[in-house]
């Protein structure tokens, strides 16, 4: 297994898995037209020596042995700063206190405040395993963490590309049809559409109307439903193992949640991430007599994560069989291959 950078030619995965996402999964909405722009401007970033501005860096889990029709496994991405070309919106959970001493009474209310407080971070998203690929043991039990956590590495080995902060959006919770009790008590009430419709709209970049029709001024949750109320910094069921992996490498809820559905935003300082202050910088010695029989002893259960550290658009990752020794990395042949590495080249290596 491999993860490299999206290519166009990736273009029918993406679609089929962005169909599989299913209602809530902003970020791959099922719009070829708009999926192709999204690539495009993947490798476009990929490309850019400087990387400065809103650049998207777009990832694939790769089954490098599967045929075509079955090698994309997964996805994930990087968005190197939001809201620089269209406002980003969060409800920023506050509280507001109202007393008369008059009456001795006393009350602390829960509000929510419109906010772009989170202009110009980074963002980690669209991080998709395809429901053949899950569970499982060996390496299949490890892709998760794999295609999670790759992130770290291509961060922390092109540093100079992304801001302080870096946030991660989680789905919110929904009913058995796909709707969502925070939007039905909230967001219907101001936007006229249901509740696929606001997400797809999201989802293709269309927010201005976010700013032109949600209320300016706090609301109080008071007024929502009990269910609507629960809902609010709570996720899907399908993104508990990722909240957990986030919450692992650091990333805590600040109280900000998502507009439309309720569901938390995970957030840190990009050098206080796990991933990426454990990553080590080492040389790669390729060498012809190595092989991978460490890792079958083991079940192919590795430890270690391996990306090649150098440009951005040369970025692959993958799992080694063996672990480091001193400032140095044995590659069998097939890994340095895998990696697209040779002797003497740069990795960017993670415990696991």
Not at 181 to 198: I, N, T
Not at 325 to 343: I, P
Request: hydrophobic residues 40%; charged residues 30%; contains cysteine.
């Amino acid at each position: 297994m491999i993860v490299r950078p999206i290519q166009l030619d990736d273009l029918d995965a993406l679609q089929q898995m962005a169909r599989e996402t299913g209602v809530g999964f902003t970020s791959l909405p099922d719009n070829r037209e708009f999926l192709r722009e999204k690539i495009e401007h993947s490798m476009a970033s990929f490309l850019d020596p400087r990387g400065e501005g809103a650049q998207l860096y777009f990832f694939v889990l790769e089954d490098d042995q599967a045929s075509s029709a079955e090698r994309i496994a997964g996805c994930c991405a990087i968005e190197a700063r939001v809201g620089l070309s269209s406002p980003f919106y969060h409800y920023r959970l506050g509280r507001l206190a109202h007393s008369s001493p008059e009456l001795g009474l006393h009350r602390l209310l829960e509000t929510l405040f419109l906010s772009s407080d989170h202009t110009g971070d980074a963002e980690v998203c669209s991080l998709y395993l395809r429901p053949a690929w899950r569970g499982g043991s060996g390496l299949r039990s490890r892709l998760g963490t794999m295609i999670s956590r790759v992130r770290w590495l291509f961060i922390a080995a092109q540093r100079e590309r992304f801001p302080q902060r870096v946030l991660a959006e989680m789905r919110g919770r929904v009913d058995d049809q796909g709707a969502s009790p925070f939007w039905k008590s909230l967001g219907s009430r101001f936007l006229p559409m249901d509740f696929g419709d606001a997400d797809r709209l999201i989802g293709l970049g269309e927010k201005g109307f976010i700013g032109e029709l949600m209320p300016k001024y706090p609301i109080y949750t008071a007024f929502l439903t009990q269910e609507a109320r629960l809902s609010i910094g709570q996720v899907h069921d399908q993104t508990r193992p990722a909240i957990a992996m986030l919450a692992h490498e650091g990333l805590r809820w600040e109280g900000y949640i998502d507009i439309f559905d309720g569901g938390p935003t995970m957030e840190a300082y990009i050098d206080d991430v796990r991933g990426v202050r454990d990553s080590r910088r080492l040389v790669a010695r390729v060498d012809p007599d190595a092989s991978d029989r460490e890792a079958r002893a083991s079940g192919f259960r590795p430890r270690w994560l391996v990306a090649r550290d150098g440009a951005a658009k040369d970025f692959r990752a993958a799992w080694v069989s063996r672990a480091p020794r001193e400032e140095r990395l044995v590659l069998s042949l097939a890994e340095a291959q895998r990696l697209n590495v040779s002797n003497g080249d740069y990795l960017r290596v993670l415990e696991c």
